[in-house]
């Protein structure tokens, strides 16, 4: 079973500190993924990574940044926390079979509280 | 701009009845139609995905059906029961990039 492990699954940060999300995946997959869940919002993209050090932005790419270092790890990085930050943080993996299927897997998530 | 839309937002249904839930969506260029499902506490899962060219897929009690001419695909649960409830949400696909409609909370008791 493909299996994707978020570090962390409930932080509590203050404003203005630089958050961490990590996440690794096991099934050698191409494409990974950040989403944020939020009640009445749904599932939104953050970023995206097709490839080692290859990243692109999602739909609200605004306060957050990514590090792709190696195939299986994907980071979220918060540079400086804001309360509106507040949510649910998904990682997800794909593997690129030149079309997309679709097919995400995902992490159990990581509930980030921004005081 | 939201890109696929789901329809109802929560959704409470008797054991042994059937679930509906709509999703709509604008750009053509979709080429694959998943719906997945989400447990409190759990990451979502795929539950069932169709592509434009069928207009049926099932799947046990799980059923899509897609209206290509309307730009609308539904899932049906049939015989729902209670280890149903859970959110779902539908999504539209092309290469790299997954709209998510904003998820629907279905309710089943017993």
């Known amino acids: 079973d493909v299996k994707v492990t978020q570090s962390s699954r409930y932080l509590v940060k203050r404003t203005g500190e630089k958050v961490f999300l990590e996440c690794v995946q096991d099934?050698?997959?191409?494409?990974m993924f950040w989403y944020r869940q939020d009640p009445g919002l749904g599932l939104r993209l953050i970023y995206f990574s097709y490839d080692v050090k290859m990243k692109e932005k999602g739909d609200i790419p605004e306060g957050y940044s990514v590090s792709r270092e190696k195939k299986e790890r994907f980071s979220l990085i918060l540079e400086s926390a804001s309360t509106n930050q507040t949510s649910m943080y998904l990682c997800a993996s794909s593997l690129e079979q030149g079309l997309n299927t679709g097919e995400l897997f995902f992490g159990e998530g990581s509930r980030l509280t921004v005081l | 701009q939201q890109q696929v839309k789901q329809s109802p937002q929560s959704l409470i249904v008797q054991k042994g009845g059937i679930s509906i839930i709509n999703c709509a969506y604008e750009n053509t260029a979709f080429d694959y139609f998943p719906w997945y499902q989400q447990f409190p506490g759990k990451g979502p899962a795929l539950l069932i995905a169709i592509r434009p060219d069928v207009s049926e897929k099932k799947e046990g009690r799980f059923t899509i059906s897609f209206n290509k001419s309307a730009k609308q695909f539904s899932l049906h649960i049939m015989d729902s029961q209670p280890g149903d409830s859970a959110t779902y949400f539908c999504a539209a696909s092309i290469p790299h990039r997954l709209a998510f409609g904003k998820g629907n909370q279905v309710v089943v008791i017993p």
């Open positions: 099934m050698d997959h191409e494409n």
